[in-house]
């Protein structure tokens, strides 16, 4: 190829040359400088960084501020430097930091720098976490019982203040501990709370916890360093629960008069006032605990209420009788007060009646009627009589009186033993008594009349015909001496009186 050949290649070349000018690259990084320069800095340090763009005639447009943790900001400004301040507030604001530029080019369009050399921020982390333990350690308490915190941090020489918070609300103002001083006796933080500080610990004491108390409760310190107080991680949060103290619970009784008769079944139930997990129930009479079950005494148990059972409830078991329960709160075992007391009369059981026969003796005619009386003792009563015959009920009636009777026509088979008792209404029911003593009932049938008397007028007739036949015979013989006297016409006068008497001459 010829020289004169390359001419037009050599001019297109500088023109080629000419757009790809170093003025289209990304301008140069900037220059920048942190304030104060420090190894280290401490939480809540305010930390300048200052960023400077080299000199160039094109216009600046802004600067980009920018850090590992994830921050950026852009500032829009003409000047050609300009200082970011920020303040550290967490150890998350250290890390590596850079920044760029931005101006406009001959084209008119904005062009960012390439980026800074980076500066390293380094910050001091918190101190570390303390432990919070509190008394009882399950968290639960009843309303009244002390609730004692105990936050305790690493060991250190520097002074610290520790604070409590409830809900992350501080409860305590930060109390200063001098490092290896030990603080005797507590501090009053506020009405009922004291505050106990020792080297690396510090004690919360609430004297009378209440409801209010309720939340999640944590604490921290602060270290004396460089003259800031540098706060601590905060310790896990314990959470708090004070429950009001068991309510008296309610005892019932049936029957619901608290009159049981004698032998019979006497129930008591105790019923908490609330839910509760772990319950204990213990019945009282008057004011002594009831032993341990036994003959047939039931104790229950059936989540938040106990029964106590009686089968046969014998006389002089009455009284007062209440219950109570025992409530685990948070470990511990806490008595409620006692229930209302329950009045209870024990009642004996209706007495042995009477049965009055009529007639008295027993024996009847077959035809006659046979009068039964049951006689119930005591006053009168709303009771039920009934009567029996060879342990067959008869008849059944209601009186209010303390008798009552039943009639029984007789027959030749009627014949048996005859009882009766009575019920008595007692508290809605009705409770039998014992069966009188049996009485023995015997029929006889009627004689028959009619042939007696026919016999008795026969006698009687045979009789009179017998009598008048002698009076014949005793006239007819005295008759015929005397006739033979006067047939012979002969004066009796002039016989002898031994002849007239029939004797020998």
């Known amino acids: 190829m010829e020289p004169r050949s390359l001419v037009p290649l050599l001019a297109s070349l500088r023109i080629l040359l000419a757009l790809a000018a170093p003025t289209d690259l990304p301008p140069p990084p900037p220059t920048i400088t942190v304030i104060p320069e420090k190894t280290e800095y401490l939480l809540g340090d305010a930390v300048s960084l200052r960023c400077v763009a080299p000199w160039s005639k094109e216009k600046i447009q802004g600067f980009q501020f920018s850090g590992t943790s994830g921050w950026a900001v852009d500032v829009r400004t003409p000047k050609r430097s300009y200082v970011y301040t920020f303040n550290l507030t967490r150890p998350k604001d250290g890390g590596s930091h850079a920044c760029t530029y931005t101006l406009i080019n001959r084209y008119r369009q904005p062009v960012r720098s390439r980026q800074s050399k980076a500066i390293v921020i380094s910050v001091k982390d918190h101190p570390p976490q303390p432990t919070l333990t509190l008394t009882p350690p399950s968290g639960v308490t009843i309303e009244g019982r002390a609730l004692v915190f105990l936050c305790a941090a690493p060991a250190g020489d520097g002074e610290r203040r520790f604070n409590f918070y409830k809900d992350g609300v501080e409860v305590t103002d930060g109390v200063k501990v001098t490092g290896g001083v030990e603080v005797t006796g507590g501090v009053e933080v506020t009405g009922g709370v004291n505050l106990t500080l020792r080297n690396t610990e510090a004690q919360l004491r609430l004297a009378t916890s209440s409801q209010n108390h309720t939340g999640n409760f944590t604490c921290g310190y602060e270290e004396e360093t460089e003259g800031r107080w540098i706060p601590s991680y905060l310790s ?7 429950k009001a103290p068991p309510a008296p619970p309610r005892l019932g009784v049936a029957p619901s008069s608290g009159a049981v008769p004698e032998d019979q079944p006497l129930l008591l139930t105790c019923a908490a006032s609330r839910h509760a997990l772990e319950v ?3 019945f009282y009479r008057n004011g002594v605990e009831l032993p341990p079950p036994q003959n047939g005494v039931k104790f229950t148990q059936n989540g938040t209420f106990s029964r106590f059972f009686h089968p046969k409830t014998p ?7 209440s219950c109570r329960l025992e409530e685990e709160v948070g470990g511990t075992w ?3 007060p006692p229930s209302d007391p329950v009045d209870v009369t024990v009642k004996e059981l209706p007495s042995q009646p009477a049965l009055l026969l009529d007639p008295p003796s027993g024996l009847v005619l077959d035809g006659d009627t046979l009068v039964l009386t049951c006689v119930a003792a005591g ?3 709303q009771r039920n009589f009934s009567f029996y015959k060879d342990g067959d009920r008869l008849f059944s009636t209601m009186a209010t009186e303390e ?5 029984v026509p007789v027959a030749t088979d009627a014949a048996g033993r005859f009882t009766c008792r009575y019920e008595e209404k007692v508290n809605e029911r009705w409770i039998p008594s014992p069966f009188s003593q049996a ?3 015997t029929a006889r049938a009627r004689p028959q009349l009619l042939p007696l008397v026919a016999g008795c007028v026969g006698a009687g007739v045979a009789l009179l015909l017998g009598l008048l036949l002698a009076v014949c015979l005793c006239r007819r013989r005295r008759g015929g001496a005397r006739w033979r006297g006067f047939k012979n016409k002969e004066d009796p006068s002039t016989y002898p009186m031994a002849y007239v008497d029939g004797g020998d001459p």
Do not use: D, N, T, Y
Not at 236 to 242: D, E, G, H, T
Not at 403 to 407: E, G, K, L, T
């Open 236 to 242: 896990q949060p314990i959470r708090v629960l004070v």
């Open 280 to 282: 204990k129930f213990r």
């Open 315 to 321: 006389r002089g078991f009455g009284g007062k009788f």
């Open 334 to 336: 806490v008595w409620s």
């Open 379 to 381: 006053p009168a009563a």
């Open 403 to 407: 008798r009552a009777r039943f009639s």
């Open 439 to 441: 009485m023995a009932v």
